[in-house]
């Protein structure tokens, strides 16, 4: 049953995510993408993506591209 109730949970904020990144898509014209982030799904531009690989906020040698890959959705 907890299993169950989580898995829900986790297809609920997926779905939030996706939504808000499509709104966020239409105001500001920037690509989004819907990563897992610590078993969470967060929305992020493609433009902060590439700030915050500069800054070494993820391991080394991860790349935009592959942030795409790995993502749940993206926009355009």
Excluded at 43 to 64: A, N
Aim: charged share 30%; proline share 3%.
């Amino acid at each position: 049953m907890v299993k169950v109730f989580k898995s829900w949970l986790n297809y609920r904020r997926c779905q939030r995510a996706i939504r808000r990144a499509d709104r966020l898509a239409v105001t500001t014209g920037r690509k989004q993408l819907v990563l897992m982030y610590d078993g969470r799904p967060v929305v992020m531009s493609k433009q902060h993506l590439k700030k915050m690989i500069r800054e070494h906020k993820f391991m080394k040698g991860f790349t935009p591209q592959q942030a795409e890959q790995l993502a749940i959705y993206k926009t355009r």
